[in-house]
């Protein structure tokens, strides 16, 4: 390759950056490559690694940068490793070059107490000085004609000005803690980053592809839709597709976060990453590769961080003001106190390099980023996806939620409800009348009766002589007689007195159902109830969400005043707001937003997209199954699931409180060591070893969102 992928403004380049460890440098590496010639915009995802280049990207020049901070640079597309396999042999050089450093270290100190002459001692610690900052002077060549002053840089000058000044001891501690503090760092941002690269493991890379009469393994780049994938009991899948031959009980955690396996047959779709529990399938490919759901989840994990939470921007604009001015402070520690006070140069000069160390702001900048990934990547394994920390934090903030009804708090398709049959008419005969009217209708309610009859078992037998009667029903021969279903309208205009049956109607309908009524014109064989069946799980939802906090629940509906009161009633919401054209729907969560201020709505994705747009969080049901959930909304819930948002406020709840606590824990420690530097209470190890000790902290600290669990309640 010759180093250019420059084929037009605009165009998106994406390279593949390791040995990122502080976060700090690697910020100011993305805005290196930002300033460019030809760059238009860079991007560096420091957990993944991934860097997107706008503009024209001259690759020899990314990597000129990159070796600044010992980065290896690889495009995407020449990309044949995983990141944590290309450089395996790195840590094992580092860690032997810090054990050494270490050694060489105790091995002077042990010389020079024990009243041994400089010369025997001094040369341990010059050992341990270049064993320990090696990689960190290689780093600092480079970045100190760039005017760049990163971390290398300042340890570097560090270790140097300890030596000039005779502090030996100090120079090879420093050396040596630092060493072992970038393996250290490394090692807890890989626990981070072995987060997303768990999502990335979840989908096979071959498949078993029937092929002319054949079986063959084939890499999943170059499957094709329409090819057939023969799935065995206990295999994952390796792309979605729909089931053509076969029933089997699929595991799909890995992409909606349910535990139980879902009974799946022919006609139904199934998805990459998913475990075929048992009984064999045949699959035939829907999607490609880079299209299938798991693919996208990670590809929104992934960019995630594009969407900065504001705390993370707060804190980088911080560390860009913080770091000039300790290092402005730090030369006039050196320079003044001696030369207008005439104190002694040697004492002044190491507190300006203790300065130095401590300007460095590298637990303040990871304090953000590494807690929002941990969340984002712990909802996507429970089937949340959330796309951006600026969503995440205001996931927390929410006083109010809007719901939708259909599809949302409801299953979005009519189920028989109630069967009440009247007179000597059993419910068994009643429901087998109506499913023999009923099959030969194409109505949608009509399909619940016949649903309703094959789930108990019913053979149904169609009547003769079926005709249709628009707005109104049906009629056929059953029995020798001629019999009708339909609205309690049918009936009235048949000439049949409805006062039989008016206390039953008036009941079923005051719970919001829709009522048919079967019989002929002279006698009644009872009523069936149809209705949009509550969600399991919707009411207890919506009493969590109360407990967490949500002081406002308002469902919001195009149906009538009576059904959306008995849907409200039954799930347990706070407000009410029927009979909504999807344009009334942005007008209410308007109007919400000026009152309850922080207002997330929760729907379809679809013809709730405007009202989902102008709330504080849109919030999509069924992103496994549909494009535009994932695409129109801020958060989608994966399974139709909505007591997964209670988990989802807890996690960006845990979330806010930890950077809260990392933030305070890293600017106390910055405090208390810049206070600290001008009595002389600060020494160069102690300053490094709290530099290290605050980074790892925090790391750790945001690494325990990743075992934040939905349906309990875990307090951080």
């Given at each position: 390759?010759?180093?250019?992928l420059n084929s037009g403004a605009g165009q998106l380049h994406i390279f593949q950056?390791?040995?990122?460890?502080?976060?700090?440098?690697?910020?100011?590496?993305?805005?290196?490559?930002?300033?460019?010639?030809?760059?238009?915009?860079?991007?560096?995802?420091?957990?993944?690694?991934?860097?997107?280049?706008?503009?024209?990207?001259?690759?020899?020049?990314?990597?000129?940068?990159?070796?600044?901070?010992?980065?290896?640079?690889?495009?995407?597309?020449?990309?044949?490793?995983?990141?944590?396999?290309?450089?395996?042999?790195?840590?094992?050089?580092?860690?032997?070059?810090?054990?050494?450093?270490?050694?060489?270290?105790?091995?002077?100190?042990?010389?020079?107490?024990?009243?041994?002459?400089?010369?025997?001692?001094?040369?341990?610690?010059?050992?341990?000085?270049?064993?320990?900052?090696?990689?960190?002077?290689?780093?600092?060549?480079?970045?100190?004609?760039?005017?760049?002053?990163?971390?290398?840089?300042?340890?570097?000058?560090?270790?140097?000005?300890?030596?000039?000044?005779?502090?030996?001891?100090?120079?090879?501690?420093?050396?040596?803690?630092?060493?072992?503090?970038?393996?250290?760092?490394?090692?807890?941002?890989?626990?981070?980053?072995?987060?997303?690269?768990?999502?990335?493991?979840?989908?096979?890379?071959?498949?078993?592809?029937?092929?002319?009469?054949?079986?063959?393994?084939?890499?999943?780049?170059?499957?094709?839709?329409?090819?057939?994938?023969?799935?065995?009991?206990?295999?994952?899948?390796?792309?979605?597709?729909?089931?053509?031959?076969?029933?089997?009980?699929?595991?799909?955690?890995?992409?909606?976060?349910?535990?139980?396996?879902?009974?799946?047959?022919?006609?139904?779709?199934?998805?990459?990453?998913?475990?075929?529990?048992?009984?064999?399938?045949?699959?035939?490919?829907?999607?490609?590769?880079?299209?299938?759901?798991?693919?996208?989840?990670?590809?929104?994990?992934?960019?995630?961080?594009?969407?900065?939470?504001?705390?993370?921007?707060?804190?980088?604009?911080?560390?860009?003001?913080?770091?000039?001015?300790?290092?402005?402070?730090?030369v006039g520690v050196m320079i003044v106190p001696p030369f207008m006070f005439g104190?002694?140069?040697?004492?002044?000069?190491?507190?300006?390099?203790?300065?130095?160390?401590?300007?460095?702001?590298?637990?303040?900048?990871?304090?953000?980023?590494?807690?929002?990934?941990?969340?984002?990547?712990?909802?996507?394994?429970?089937?949340?996806?959330?796309?951006?920390?600026?969503?995440?934090?205001?996931?927390?903030?929410?006083?109010?939620?809007?719901?939708?009804?259909?599809?949302?708090?409801?299953?979005?398709?009519?189920?028989?409800?109630?069967?009440?049959?009247?007179?000597?008419?059993?419910?068994?005969?009643?429901?087998?009348?109506?499913?023999?009217?009923?099959?030969?209708?194409?109505?949608?309610?009509?399909?619940?009766?016949?649903?309703?009859?094959?789930?108990?078992?019913?053979?149904?037998?169609?009547?003769?002589?079926?005709?249709?009667?628009?707005?109104?029903?049906?009629?056929?021969?059953?029995?020798?007689?001629?019999?009708?279903?339909?609205?309690?309208?049918?009936?009235?205009?048949?000439?049949?007195?409805?006062?039989?049956?008016?206390?039953?109607?008036?009941?079923?309908?005051?719970?919001?159902?829709?009522?048919?009524?079967?019989?002929?014109?002279?006698?009644?064989?009872?009523?069936?109830?149809?209705?949009?069946?509550?969600?399991?799980?919707?009411?207890?939802?919506?009493?969590?969400?109360?407990?967490?906090?949500?002081?406002?629940?308002?469902?919001?509906?195009?149906?009538?005043?009576?059904?959306?009161?008995?849907?409200?009633?039954?799930?347990?919401?706070?407000?009410?707001?029927?009979?909504?054209?999807?344009?009334?729907?942005?007008?209410?969560?308007?109007?919400?937003?000026?009152?309850?201020?922080?207002?997330?709505?929760?729907?379809?994705?679809?013809?709730?997209?405007?009202?989902?747009?102008?709330?504080?969080?849109?919030?999509?049901?069924?992103?496994?199954?549909?494009?535009?959930?994932?695409?129109?909304?801020?958060?989608?819930?994966?399974?139709?699931?909505?007591?997964?948002?209670?988990?989802?406020?807890?996690?960006?709840?845990?979330?806010?409180?930890?950077?809260?606590?990392?933030?305070?824990?890293?600017?106390?420690?910055?405090?208390?060591?810049?206070?600290?530097?001008?009595?002389?209470?600060?020494?160069?190890?102690?300053?490094?070893?709290?530099?290290?000790?605050?980074?790892?902290?925090?790391?750790?600290?945001?690494?325990?969102?990743?075992?934040?669990?939905?349906?309990?309640?875990?307090?951080?």
């Amino acid at each position: 390759m010759n180093g250019y992928l420059n084929s037009g403004a605009g165009q998106l380049h994406i390279f593949q950056v390791d040995g990122i460890c502080c976060l700090d440098c690697a910020a100011k590496f993305e805005k290196g490559v930002a300033a460019l010639p030809g760059v238009i915009k860079a991007s560096l995802n420091t957990v993944t690694g991934k860097l997107t280049v706008k503009g024209e990207a001259d690759l020899e020049s990314i990597r000129r940068l990159g070796a600044g901070e010992n980065y290896i640079i690889t495009p995407l597309t020449d990309r044949i490793l995983p990141a944590s396999k290309t450089n395996e042999t790195k840590p094992k050089w580092e860690l032997r070059r810090a054990v050494l450093s270490g050694v060489a270290l105790s091995v002077a100190y042990g010389i020079e107490k024990s009243g041994a002459s400089s010369m025997i001692f001094l040369p341990f610690y010059v050992v341990a000085m270049i064993l320990g900052g090696w990689g960190n002077f290689q780093k600092a060549a480079r970045a100190l004609p760039r005017f760049n002053f990163n971390m290398s840089v300042l340890m570097s000058i560090a270790v140097v000005g300890a030596l000039a000044i005779g502090q030996y001891e100090e120079g090879a501690s420093v050396a040596f803690l630092y060493a072992i503090s970038e393996m250290l760092e490394a090692w807890t941002m890989d626990k981070a980053r072995r987060s997303i690269r768990e999502l990335m493991d979840i989908a096979p890379g071959t498949a078993r592809i029937r092929q002319n009469g054949n079986e063959a393994e084939v890499p999943v780049e170059q499957i094709a839709i329409g090819d057939v994938m023969i799935i065995r009991p206990g295999e994952k899948l390796a792309m979605d597709g729909v089931i053509i031959k076969g029933v089997s009980a699929i595991n799909q955690a890995a992409i909606t976060g349910e535990s139980i396996p879902v009974e799946k047959g022919p006609g139904e779709p199934v998805y990459a990453g998913t475990i075929n529990t048992h009984g064999a399938l045949e699959v035939k490919v829907t999607k490609l590769v880079q299209d299938t759901a798991i693919a996208k989840i990670i590809h929104m994990v992934e960019t995630a961080q594009e969407q900065r939470a504001p705390s993370q921007t707060f804190i980088e604009r911080f560390a860009a003001v913080y770091t000039p001015v300790v290092m402005i402070l730090a030369v006039g520690v050196m320079i003044v106190p001696p030369f207008m006070f005439g104190y002694g140069w040697a004492a002044w000069i190491y507190r300006g390099l203790v300065l130095l160390v401590v300007s460095c702001p590298c637990a303040l900048v990871v304090s953000t980023p590494v807690a929002i990934v941990s969340a984002i990547s712990n909802a996507a394994k429970h089937g949340v996806l959330i796309k951006g920390g600026v969503y995440l934090e205001k996931f927390g903030a929410l006083t109010a939620i809007g719901f939708d009804k259909t599809g949302t708090l409801t299953k979005g398709e009519p189920a028989v409800t109630d069967i009440v049959p009247f007179g000597n008419v059993t419910e068994t005969d009643l429901l087998a009348m109506a499913a023999g009217l009923e099959i030969r209708s194409e109505h949608p309610l009509a399909a619940a009766i016949v649903k309703a009859a094959e789930a108990r078992g019913f053979e149904i037998v169609a009547v003769k002589d079926f005709s249709a009667i628009p707005g109104r029903g049906a009629q056929g021969r059953f029995a020798d007689q001629t019999v009708y279903i339909g609205n309690p309208r049918l009936f009235s205009e048949l000439g049949v007195s409805l006062k039989p049956l008016e206390i039953e109607i008036r009941r079923l309908q005051g719970e919001g159902k829709t009522v048919i009524i079967a019989g002929t014109q002279e006698a009644f064989y009872g009523t069936i109830a149809i209705a949009d069946e509550v969600r399991d799980g919707s009411a207890a939802a919506i009493s969590v969400l109360k407990q967490e906090g949500i002081r406002h629940t308002i469902m919001l509906t195009g149906d009538n005043a009576a059904t959306a009161k008995a849907i409200a009633t039954r799930v347990g919401v706070d407000e009410l707001r029927a009979e909504l054209l999807p344009q009334d729907k942005v007008t209410v969560i308007q109007e919400l937003l000026t009152r309850y201020g922080q207002v997330a709505m929760i729907g379809d994705g679809i013809n709730d997209a405007p009202a989902m747009a102008l709330s504080t969080v849109g919030i999509a049901m069924g992103g496994a199954g549909t494009d535009t959930a994932l695409e129109t909304a801020d958060i989608a819930l994966m399974a139709d699931d909505l007591r997964m948002l209670p988990f989802t406020i807890r996690l960006s709840r845990n979330t806010l409180k930890i950077i809260r606590q990392n933030i305070g824990f890293s600017l106390a420690i910055k405090m208390i060591a810049v206070l600290a530097v001008f009595p002389g209470w600060l020494t160069l190890w102690l300053a490094i070893l709290a530099d290290m000790g605050a980074s790892i902290s925090v790391t750790l600290n945001s690494l325990r969102l990743l075992q934040v669990k939905p349906r309990e309640d875990q307090r951080l």
